[in-house]
């Protein structure tokens, strides 16, 4: 601080008033009487009055806070600041200066004045010491102007914003309101922008929260107060098809069914773009260069559940735009076709639903499903679909059932001719079906018996007993059943009695044949090589089956040197079957005596089935053509059909 000093004579020829001066500050910052003075000296810091009287008064400057707390216990509040400023005193003690300037102030009652020295302190004053003394409504306006400020330097809170907003609202103030909220870009943001949303929807400022919230991009508000509030369905459905795909597809989930009871056709136009080919609306957010997405078109069906229309609309064009749709898709569409072909009474209208359900059924969709789709084909008493879902799943026997149950006569018939190859049972269990009925039922019982006849599907006992439940079933039903049968077992057993004797024949002359192999000598007249068919050559080969060969022949097509190559095959197929039934002979003595000592035969019977043990043996149907088979058949000993003669 520079100061200066000015003596002024007094009326009094010997006294003086020495006047200190703050020329910077402008204020006197000193003032007394002296008698006498000579002189006033100014070194080391201090000032130095001189007397006649001999004495030498040291005046020196009080330190800036004694000063400040002079000056403050006169409420020369002004003069503080300046004298503040001039010493260069940091901020946190301005900000005290401001502080008590104000409180000075606001005890006087001049809160315009206080409130514009707690405005000074913002950053270094905390603003709820403030904020506690404009609380009451007739200072709104202090405390609005000391809020206004504290957004502007970016210092409020969510708390602050809140405040401030209610003021405006108590006080009615639109255009104050649109100039806080109306920035021209993010920079200019000076609070907290959900918690104005909030605070502007509850106050019922709904078109200030919207340009908030459209402005800031904070969607989900933007809709509450669209939904909730304003109820214009149609502007929130506008603005979902702007967002980016994310952020449309959750409050499609989440608003979908406001949406969808208000504007239904509206908003099943945007689930089927939303769940095929997705691009945000020009106007909007999301990057319309971005790929296409696509929803889960599964995951919005319950959006329908009271829209039936609009639901068989939005599954047609997920099936036919989107082949690949989930699962959940065909079988709802399933459902619902299914359901308004129970509840339709127009014949035209129910043939054509009738006809869409079978397609539906026919488009491969439900071979992984096939039970649900059978469920809901049962539910509805949709016959057509449970027919043909059966047969698709080859479920013969319920198809047979089915139409037992309905006495569906030629149904049961044709379902035994087209299945029963897969399933001869289907056979056997027609004619139980029809021997029960007490009608009259030849005709079907005829069919079916003929078929019995012709695959040989039942023993003729059996058919006799399953017929005679039937009280009205007669001995001409089955007669020429019996007949042709019996007739048929009398040809078996000629044709067996034949081969019988024919074997015998067969036995007679071959054990004759041996007898002269082992008495009488073997010429062999053969003139041709078995193999080459050339005339034969010394050496030769000769078999007692009566084959000759080339040497070299021989050499070149024997597998062994014992065997006949031309009657080879033959003979190791008999040893083969010889071998197989001397297995099964002993095999049976096993199975037998297993059966007797165990005590589950039902486990004992199930491995030799598994085994394979009961398969049937190829038998020989007709007398064998080679001379030396029957002697195999007839027990020959090994080395007799092994032995050969060589000649040369």
Not at 209 to 233: F, G, P, S, T
Request: hydrophobic share 35%; charged share 25%.
């Amino acid at each position: 601080m520079r100061s200066e000093f000015t003596n002024r004579d007094t009326q009094s020829s010997d006294k003086q008033i020495l006047n200190i001066y703050d020329l910077c500050n402008k204020f006197i910052a000193y003032s007394a009487v002296f008698e006498d003075v000579v002189d006033v000296l100014a070194e080391w810091g201090s000032l130095y009055v001189l007397t006649r009287d001999g004495r030498a008064h040291a005046l020196q400057e009080k330190d800036t806070q004694t000063k400040l707390e002079m000056l403050f216990k006169k409420n020369l509040f002004e003069m503080a600041i300046n004298l503040a400023k001039s010493q260069h005193l940091d901020s946190d003690g301005l900000a005290q200066i401001f502080m008590q300037y104000g409180d000075h102030l606001y005890s006087k009652g001049n809160h315009d004045g206080a409130v514009q020295q707690y405005i000074r302190t913002i950053g270094r004053l905390e603003p709820s010491y403030v904020i506690r003394k404009f609380l009451d409504a007739q200072r709104i306006h202090n405390l609005t102007a000391y809020l206004q400020t504290l957004h502007r330097q970016s210092l409020a809170n969510a708390d602050h914003t809140t405040l401030l907003l209610n003021c405006y609202t108590k006080l009615k103030d639109s255009s104050k309101l649109e100039e806080f909220i109306k920035t021209k870009s993010e920079s200019e943001v000076h609070f907290d922008v959900e918690t104005a949303i909030k605070v502007l929807r509850q106050a019922g400022y709904y078109s200030h929260a919207l340009y908030l919230a459209e402005n800031h991009a904070h969607h989900e508000w933007y809709l509450k107060i669209q939904l909730e509030d304003i109820k214009n369905y149609q502007e929130a459905l506008q603005y979902i098809g702007k967002l980016p795909f994310e952020q449309a597809e959750s409050n499609m989930k989440r608003y979908g069914k406001i949406l969808m009871h208000h504007i239904p056709e509206q908003t099943t136009q945007l689930l089927k773009g939303l769940c095929t080919d997705y691009r945000p609306s020009p106007e909007g957010w999301g990057d319309r260069e971005a790929p296409c997405f696509r929803a889960n078109s599964e995951e919005f069906i319950p959006i329908f559940a009271n829209n039936p229309r609009e639901l068989k609309a939005f599954l047609e064009h997920m099936s036919e735009v989107q082949p690949d749709s989930p699962q959940g898709i065909y079988d709802t569409l399933l459902e619902l076709r299914l359901q308004n072909w129970a509840h339709e009474k127009d014949p035209q209208a129910k043939e054509k639903l009738h006809a869409e359900a079978i397609s539906l059924l026919k488009s491969g969709r439900f071979c992984d499903v096939f039970d649900k789709a059978l469920v809901l084909c049962q539910m509805h008493d949709f016959q057509d679909g449970v027919l043909y879902l059966y047969e698709q799943g080859k479920l013969f026997q319920q198809i047979m059932h089915y139409h037992m149950q309905h006495e569906q006569y030629r149904q049961v018939i044709a379902v035994c001719e087209r299945h029963g190859e897969q399933d001869p049972s289907l056979w056997e269990q027609a004619l139980s079906y029809f021997a029960r009925k007490e009608e009259d039922c030849k005709e079907y019982v005829a069919a079916v018996l003929k078929h019995i006849e012709n695959k040989n599907l039942m023993p003729p006992l059996l058919v006799v007993q399953t017929l005679a439940h039937n009280s009205t079933a007669t001995l001409s039903i089955i007669r020429d059943y019996l007949v042709q049968k019996l007739q048929k077992q009398s040809q078996q057993i000629a044709q067996d009695e034949l081969r019988v004797r024919r074997y015998r024949e067969e036995t007679t002359r071959i054990r004759q044949e041996i007898q002269e192999l082992k008495s009488s000598p073997k010429i062999f007249q053969k003139t041709k090589c078995s193999i080459c068919n050339s005339a034969l050559e010394l050496p030769s080969v000769h078999f007692l089956c009566g084959h000759s060969f080339h040497q070299h022949c021989f050499e070149s097509y024997s597998e062994s040197d014992a065997d006949c190559p031309t009657c080879l095959p033959e003979n190791r197929k008999v040893m083969d079957m010889i071998r197989a039934q001397e297995q099964k002979r002993d095999l049976h003595d096993q199975f037998q005596h297993q059966l007797k000592c165990s005590n589950d035969s039902f486990s004992v019977i199930a491995d030799y089935f598994g085994r394979g043990v009961f398969n049937k043996l190829t038998l020989l149907t007709d007398p064998p053509t080679s001379r030396l088979t029957p002697s195999l058949e007839a027990g020959l000993q090994r080395d007799l059909l092994m032995h050969s003669r060589r000649g040369t």
